[in-house]
């Protein structure tokens, strides 16, 4: 997928050096959200099993976790997902980008890109962000694309002390009218063909 400063693709092996400096510089954002964190820093190894997984978890249509990179497609800005672990008319939506890249609207354009994919691409009927309700940061990313609050789980994440999640939504009949539905995006199948914009 490429937005108007960002490619998303799924991760491939080579890329685990610059996932592991992107991670690596960016820790003390991290930590405090992101239960993966805890584990870091990974050696290079771990890193490039790790990705060998999320490809073959993408290419079996299990899960899409994807590598967010700069337009030409080489520097590591963050990661994201597609998670499928609320059934098959749903999909969750995942974002970080690394600390030095923070606070130019990137976590917000590739959210607003992948809501529209989920419904006008993946036809699903609902999308899901969740996060910490005192992380303000992240907060502020469904909020800004048009998702609603739908409700706070209370210690439901164990991180590794009980932390709340509060839940955001988005419904594909609520897409008309949010910022969302006005992303602009190109998406391409394995062969290169354009899915997007039709
Ligand atoms: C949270 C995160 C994904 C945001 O990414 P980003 O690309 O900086 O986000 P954006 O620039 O699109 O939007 C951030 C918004 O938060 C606002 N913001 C920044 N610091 C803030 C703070 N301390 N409190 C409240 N809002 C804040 C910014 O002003 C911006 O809003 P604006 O565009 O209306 O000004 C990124 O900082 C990150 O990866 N953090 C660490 C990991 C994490 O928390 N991931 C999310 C887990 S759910």
């Keep these: 997928m490429v937005t108007e400063r960002l490619v998303l ?20 954002d991290l930590r405090p959200w992101m239960p993966w964190a805890e584990d870091e820093p990974e ?4 890193k ?7 490809r073959g978890r993408f290419d079996l249509d299990q899960d899409y976790v994807y590598g967010v990179f700069t337009a030409g497609g080489e520097d590591v ?3 994201s997902g597609l998670h499928t672990r609320h059934g098959s008319d749903a999909l969750e939506i995942g974002y970080w980008i ?10 917000t354009e590739l959210t607003a890109a992948l809501t529209r994919a989920a419904f006008e691409l993946c036809e699903v009927d609902r999308v899901e962000i969740r996060t910490d309700p005192a992380n303000e940061r992240s907060r502020t990313v469904p909020s800004k ?11 439901r994440l164990h991180h590794p002390e009980p932390r709340d999640v509060v839940i955001y939504s988005m419904f594909r009949d609520r897409l008309a009218g949010t910022a969302a539905a006005d992303a ?13 914009p039709r």
């Design 48 to 54: 490039v099993e790790l990705l060998r997984g999320f």
């Design 77 to 79: 800005v963050g990661g």
């Design 145 to 155: 694309v048009g998702y609603e609050e739908e409700a706070t789980l209370r210690r």
């Design 98 to 107: 690394r600390s030095n890249q923070a606070g130019k609207g990137f976590a």
């Design 9 to 28: 693709r799924c991760w491939e092996p080579g890329d685990a050096p610059g996932l592991k400096e992107a991670v690596d510089s960016s820790l003390d």
């Design 184 to 196: 602009r995006f190109e998406a391409y199948d394995v062969l290169g063909e354009r899915m997007w």
């Design 43 to 46: 050696s290079l190894e771990q």
